[in-house]
């Protein structure tokens, strides 16, 4: 009965590969985002998504591309990946657009790109 | 913009000590602040939170009061425990709430 489910925990690729990581919540909350957390633990937003409407965008490269098919998902697709972005990809939700509500993360994909 | 320093770590402490995390801010307008706290292997969890001057946020044991004039939400504990140990982050409300700016995090360990 997890809140927030991210998938696949640990994903491993190497440079230039195209890979996806799957994000799901199942508490019926309106907004969704996703988080860059990098080796020094700093913490970044990178999108938020509001009933499958993109809200923040946040100077994001572009072969970074979410996709929210429902309000229960938001999906990452990263096309032609850079050792840059190796980090750890977190995935959260709340009950309304805004920080106002508290954020329910997920545990997070850590990707490594050789 | 908007940020967040928090005092860098790691912090280590004996098992019932005092602790004492800082967190200041720049922000314009009224933010509100946040606490979470991220146990090993696990995503960020809402600690506990402020919404305006003066509040004192609290949760599990740990404290936090919002200070206006010092620009200021520091994280106490009066006693802590091993179960304790993790990241904890400050955090404010950003752009007219649409989103969190997180501190670079703290590491605390408690040893028994």
């Known amino acids: 009965d997890t809140a927030v489910s991210q998938t696949p925990k640990y994903l491993v690729t190497q440079m230039g590969n195209d890979k996806s990581i799957k994000c799901e919540q199942n508490l019926g909350h309106d907004t969704m985002y996703w988080y860059k957390q990098d080796s020094k633990k700093f913490l970044k937003i990178m999108f938020s998504?509001?009933?499958?409407?993109?809200?923040i965008n946040e100077t994001v490269p572009n072969r970074f591309s979410p996709k929210s098919p429902d309000k229960a998902h938001l999906n990452l697709h990263i096309n032609s990946l850079e050792l840059g972005d190796s980090a750890v990809y977190f995935c959260?939700?709340?009950?309304?657009?805004?920080?106002?509500?508290?954020?329910?993360f997920g545990n997070g994909t850590r990707l490594t790109v050789t | 913009g908007n940020s967040v320093t928090q005092m860098e770590g790691p912090v280590t402490l004996s098992e019932e000590a005092f602790l004492t995390i800082n967190c200041t801010y720049t922000?314009?307008?009224?933010?509100?602040l946040f606490w979470y706290v991220q146990y090993p292997g696990e995503g960020l969890q809402l600690l506990l939170k402020a919404t305006k001057a003066d509040d004192k946020g609290s949760n599990k044991g740990f404290e936090a009061t919002y200070r206006k004039e010092t620009t200021s939400f520091h994280l106490e504990k009066g006693s802590v425990q091993v179960s304790d140990s993790a990241v904890y982050f400050c955090?404010?409300?950003?752009?007219?709430?649409?989103?969190?700016?997180f501190g670079t995090g703290t590491r605390l360990l408690v040893s028994p």
């Open positions: 959260a939700s709340s009950p309304e657009q805004g920080a106002r509500s508290p954020l329910h």
């Open positions: 955090a404010l409300s950003d752009r007219g709430f649409q989103k969190l700016v």
């Open positions: 922000a314009t307008g009224y933010p509100s």
């Open positions: 998504y509001n009933n499958k409407e993109l809200i």
